[in-house]
């Protein structure tokens, strides 16, 4: 195997002064990601039925994100694991009776796990797997910026650290968090939004809220060109667009669909079409070719003549989720999880809060004639 190689990673970091104005302020801000070792075919093989074997010794289930290597994705649900979005992952870790759960993700996804799970033991094969968004946001900047403004509710995104979490009043996921801020705008409350500029703005833009926004962005998302998927649609002019709404107006515009993870890989199910066009990240394509065979999926444009291909559609982190590594921390237990105890127990209560929103929405739905979109307000309330 050769040994893993580093490259340097440009994201967007919001200043402190403009994002208290609102301004929009930001910076190129770099970080590192590892690049994981390309495996032979029998390095595969055997790395795969080492995990199968530690995970059945070590009492241990894996959780993936779909946006991690197909192996890794499959192994999950060979296993007896879930391959999901972050709060589903963490939903489902709580609930498994397994006293370790590993999780291939990134590290916001691993406290989300720790926070719901703190008496389990949680792993994931390399704790220096971030976020753009996480790493956009840092808690003492966020704390600053919640001080002043102390009229407005705050509301932050679950791609967040568990301090920021554990400064907040809510914290939503890209399916349900249209419906929390259209609930706070009718009780006439003002809301602080941290950290995805885009996702923020699409909110606004639909529910008329008094919104101010951190001027964070996914390094991933923001990377689709709008004027290049045009061009795109031309080409394909059957295809139906799906769009995470993480990315730019722009390209949310062009969609058919908008919606987080699992509400996208539902609409490849069921729409009636046979092409589609997917701006997410390109690990997702894995679980919409299994989920919807025959289908062709067409990933979304990063290039083009405005591009800079920061991650061309795959996250960086995402990809140092890796067999090797899963096989190391499940032989050794190294990589755990620890979140500062008082943390937790504050940030868990913006985490249930959204749950208890989710229960009581799905209480209160009444039989009508639409029972399809009634099913969809519940189905994927997982973020990214």
């Known amino acids: 195997m050769t040994p893993q190689s580093i490259k340097t990673v440009e994201f967007e970091k919001p200043n402190l002064a403009g994002a208290q104005n609102a301004a929009g302020a930001s910076c190129v801000a770099h970080a590192w990601a590892k690049v994981p070792p390309v495996l032979s075919p029998d390095e595969r093989q055997s790395l795969k039925a080492r995990i199968r074997r530690l995970l059945k010794e070590r009492n241990a289930v894996l959780v993936a994100h779909y ?19 972050s709060l589903e992952m963490a939903r489902f870790g709580r609930d498994h009776e397994a006293r370790t759960l590993v999780v291939a993700g990134v590290r916001f996804m691993g406290e989300t796990a720790k926070i719901l799970s703190p008496e389990k033991t949680v792993l994931m094969p390399d704790l220096d797997a971030t976020c753009s968004l996480d790493l956009g946001c840092p808690a003492d900047e966020f704390a600053a910026f919640c001080d002043a403004h102390p009229d407005r509710t705050v509301v932050v995104y679950a791609n967040t650290s568990a301090a920021v979490k554990a400064r907040a009043d809510w914290m939503v996921t890209s399916s349900i968090g249209l419906k929390i801020v259209e609930h706070l705008h009718a009780q006439g409350k003002k809301i602080l939004w941290a950290p995805d500029k885009h996702l923020g703005s699409y909110i606004q833009k639909q529910t008329g809220a008094d919104m101010l926004l951190w001027q964070g962005s996914c390094l991933v998302h923001d990377e689709f060109k709008g004027i290049e998927l045009d061009l795109l649609r031309r080409e394909f002019p059957n295809a139906k667009i799906l769009v995470h709404p993480e990315s730019p107006e722009n390209v949310v515009a062009q969609a058919d669909v908008v919606g987080s993870t699992s509400q996208l890989i539902e609409a490849a199910q069921k729409l009636d079409a ?22 062709h999926f067409i990933e979304a444009p990063t290039a083009g003549n405005s591009a800079t291909c920061k991650s061309c559609a795959h996250c960086p982190w995402m990809a140092m989720n890796a067999l090797t590594n899963l096989a190391e921390v499940l032989e050794t237990g190294r990589n755990e999880i620890h979140v500062d105890p008082v943390i937790g127990r504050q940030a868990v209560t913006c985490i249930n809060r959204m749950l208890d929103f989710a229960a009581a929405q799905k209480r209160n739905v009444r039989p009508s004639a639409d029972l399809a979109n009634e099913q969809a307000l519940f189905q994927g309330i997982g973020p990214a």
Do not use: W
């Not at 890794?72 to 694991?81: F, H, S, V």
């Not at 046979?274 to 701006?279: D, K, L, N, Q, S």
């Open 274 to 295: 046979t092409e589609f066009i997917v701006a997410t990240d390109n690990g997702i394509l894995h679980k919409m070719r299994m989920a919807a065979p025959g289908k």
């Open 67 to 85: 946006y991690v290597d197909a192996d890794l994705q499959d192994l999950a649900e060979e296993t007896g694991g879930c391959v999901s979005d």
